[in-house]
């Protein structure tokens, strides 16, 4: 069965970085992208980018242009996104979330909580 | 700065019928923009209801549906459950990125 299995929860000073995984099982690795998805306490869904794990190009959205970075481990099904410059208001909960090419999304990982707090 | 709008909270009744829609800044939406449906209920992460406007994954109940109504994607519930209290969030489709609405919390009541 498929399943995105995300690593665990976070806490992180201002100005730090943070990296989030998210192991794929399940089916072919390369035969979707993934993406990253977070939701601030009592917010909406903000689509932050993808990865195409065939070739690892990637699409961020404007808005973490410059900050975030995604990657991935083909010889362990493992994508990743590292966030850096961290600042309160990305204290969120990070999902994974796969979509084969055309707009199918379907399954997604169970969420990383990450905390930014001095 | 592209803008995807949902109406922030519905209620309705248990057993009736009940339109969520989304719409894109940029004008109206086709299925070009391939709407995804999310439904998410309280401490869980959300799961797709629909994809690419109308269709269904295994799991989505056959009361949910998708289309395009006057420029908008629009997702129906008919024979709306108890359990369908949530929160619904839209995702569109910009050329390589990928925009989400602002959710609509529906309440059964």
């Known amino acids: 069965q498929v399943q995105l299995v995300q690593s665990g929860a976070e806490v992180k000073k201002p100005g730090a970085s943070v990296r989030v995984s998210c192991k794929a099982s399940?089916?072919?690795?390369?035969?979707?992208?993934m993406h990253w998805v977070r939701q601030a306490p009592g917010q909406g869904l903000e689509w932050m980018g993808m990865?195409?794990?065939?070739?690892?190009?990637?699409n961020y959205a404007q808005k973490f242009q410059g900050r975030v970075t995604m990657t991935r481990d083909t010889s362990t099904s493992t994508v990743y996104m590292d966030l850096s410059s961290l600042r309160s208001e990305d204290t969120a909960v990070y999902y994974c979330?796969?979509?084969?090419?055309?707009?199918?999304?379907?399954?997604r990982g169970q969420g990383t909580l990450v905390t930014v707090s001095s | 700065q592209t803008v995807v709008t949902q109406e922030p909270s519905l209620t309705v009744s248990p057993g009736g019928t009940v339109t969520l829609t989304c719409a894109s800044s940029?004008?109206?939406?086709?299925?070009?923009?391939?709407p995804n449906w999310f439904q998410q209920k309280p401490g869980q992460a959300p799961r797709t209801l629909i994809y690419?406007?109308?269709n269904k994954h295994s799991w989505t109940p056959a009361r949910f549906s998708g289309s395009l109504l006057g420029g908008k994607a629009a997702l129906t519930l008919s024979g709306v459950q108890p359990e369908d209290e949530a929160e619904y969030h839209c995702?569109?489709?910009?050329?390589?990125?990928?925009?989400f609405g602002g959710g609509t919390k529906l309440t059964v009541l």
């Open positions: 995702l569109l489709y910009y050329g390589g990125a990928w925009v």
């Open positions: 940029t004008g109206a939406v086709t299925s070009s923009y391939m």
């Open positions: 690419r406007t109308s």
């Open positions: 399940g089916y072919t690795f390369t035969t979707y992208y």
């Open positions: 990865i195409n794990p065939t070739d690892g190009n990637t």
């Open positions: 979330g796969r979509e084969k090419a055309g707009g199918t999304f379907d399954y």
